[in-house]
C-alpha cells in the first residue's frame, strides 16, 4: 500500500510497471533500464527492503527511518541522499503545511519517500514520462524535474503569505477589528521563519549539485536546468525575507499603535478625573455657602431660656444679616480660589 508508483524506464519510455518491491528489482536485474520507485508514508520493512536492494547507506537509511529530518544534501559513493521540505498553504485554515520528501538516487534508480501530500510527485512522473527525451537523461533528470516541482509548490506558498501580510496591514489602522492581532503576527511570522528554514537550505543545496556537475558528466541542459531552478528559487528566498521584515515592522507599528491608544485613554481619564474634580469643587462650595446660613438658623432656633439675643430687638435683623455675610464671605473666598 506503500507504494504509488513504481515503474523502470529504458531511453525515456516506460518499460514495466511492477506491482510490487521484489517484481521491480528482477526486472531490474534483468534488464539496463533505470527504476523509479516511489512510495508514501512505507512501513520500516520496505526501506530496509530497498536498502538492501541498492545498497544504500546505513546513516542515511536510519535518517529515512526516523524521518523529522532537516533539509540537506549528503552523496555516499555513487548515491545521493536528499531531505527536502515542501510545502504548502491552506487556504481554509490560512496556515503553510510543511512536509518531508526523502530521494536516493544512484546510477540506475531513484527512490523517493513522501511523508505528506506534497509535492505532486505523480505530476512530475506524467511531465517526465510525456517529455521522453528528457527522461532519457537518466536519474538526474528525475531530481531536476523534483526540485522544479518542490520549488513551484512554493509560489502558492507566497501568495498565500502575502495575502495574510495584506490583510495584517489593513487590520493595524481598522478600529473596528476586535481580533487579537498581535497572536495573529507572531503565529504567521513562526510561520514565515519555518517556511525559510525550508527554503534557505535548497540554495545550498542546489549549488552543491552545480559543483558536482562536471565530476559526475551531468549533461549541459540539466545544468542549465538546475541553474533556472535556483533562479526561481532565489526569488522565493528574497520574497520570505521581505515577509520577515514587514512582519517584524508590523509588530512595532502595533505596539506604538496600543500604546498611543492606551495614552489616548490615559489621557481622557485624566480630563474625566480633573472635570469631577472641579464639579465636586462647586458641590462643595455651594454646600458650604449653605450651610452657613443653615448653622446661623440652627444656634438661634433652639429656643433656650437664657440667650442674650433671645429678647434683643435686632436680633432677628442681626441673625439674617450674619447669614448674609457669612454666604457672601464664602462665596467670595470660593471664588478667588476659582472653585466656583
Known amino acids: ?26 526486472a531490474r536485474h534483468a ?12 512501513e520500516p520493512a520496505a526501506i530496509r527492503s530497498v536498502a538492501a536492494e541498492f545498497d544504500l547507506h546505513h546513516l542515511a537509511v536510519e535518517d529515512a527511518l526516523s524521518g523529522h529530518q532537516r533539509s540537506k544534501l549528503e552523496r555516499y559513493g555513487d548515491t545521493l541522499f536528499l531531505v527536502l521540505r515542501p510545502a504548502r498553504y491552506l487556504d481554509a485554515d490560512e496556515m503553510v503545511e510543511f512536509g518531508e520528501l526523502h530521494i536516493f538516487m544512484g546510477k540506475d534508480f531513484v527512490v523517493t519517500i513522501r511523508h505528506a501530500e506534497s509535492p505532486n510527485l505523480a505530476r512530475v512522473r506524467r511531465r517526465l514520462e510525456a517529455n521522453p527525451e528528457l527522461l532519457a537523461k537518466g536519474p538526474e533528470a528525475v531530481l531536476y524535474a523534483i526540485l522544479d516541482e518542490v ?8 501568495a498565500g503569505l502575502q495575502n495574510d501580510i495584506d490583510e495584517i496591514e489593513d487590520q493595524l489602522f481598522d478600529s473596528a477589528y476586535k481580533g487579537d492581532l498581535s497572536r495573529r503576527i507572531y503565529e504567521l511570522s513562526r510561520e514565515v521563519i519555518n517556511f525559510q528554514r525550508a527554503v534557505h537550505p535548497l540554495g545550498d543545496m542546489l549549488q552543491g549539485l552545480q559543483r558536482g556537475s562536471l565530476k559526475y558528466r551531468v549533461d549541459i541542459e540539466l545544468q542549465r536546468a538546475l541553474r533556472d531552478v535556483q533562479d526561481h ?19 512595532n507599528v502595533h505596539a506604538t499603535l496600543v500604546t498611543q491608544r492606551q495614552n489616548d485613554e490615559l489621557r481622557h481619564m485624566t480630563e ?69
Do not use: C
Open 31 to 42: 534488464g539496463d533500464g533505470m527504476a523509479w520507485i516511489g512510495l508514501y508514508r512505507p
Open 151 to 158: 520549488v513551484d509548490e512554493y509560489e502558492p506558498v507566497i
Open 272 to 340: 474625566t478625573s480633573i472635570a469631577q474634580n472641579e464639579e465636586t469643587k462647586k458641590i462643595s462650595s455651594w454646600a458650604a455657602i449653605l450651610f452657613a446660613p443653615t448653622l446661623v438658623g440652627t444656634v438661634y432656633g433652639m429656643n433656650f431660656d437664657v440667650m442674650p439675643e433671645l429678647h434683643w430687638e435686632l436680633g432677628y435683623p442681626f441673625a439674617i444679616g450674619l447669614m448674609i455675610v457669612l454666604g457672601v464671605g464664602l462665596y467670595t473666598v470660593f471664588k478667588r480660589r476659582r472653585w466656583l
Open 1 to 26: 500500500m506503500s507504494i504509488v508508483d513504481n515503474g523502470l524506464y529504458v531511453a525515456g519510455r516506460r518499460t514495466e510497471t511492477p506491482t510490487n518491491l521484489l517484481e521491480t528489482y528482477e
Open 233 to 251: 528559487l532565489l526569488r522565493v528566498t528574497d520574497r520570505a525575507n521581505s515577509f520577515r521584515a514587514l512582519l517584524e515592522t508590523a509588530i
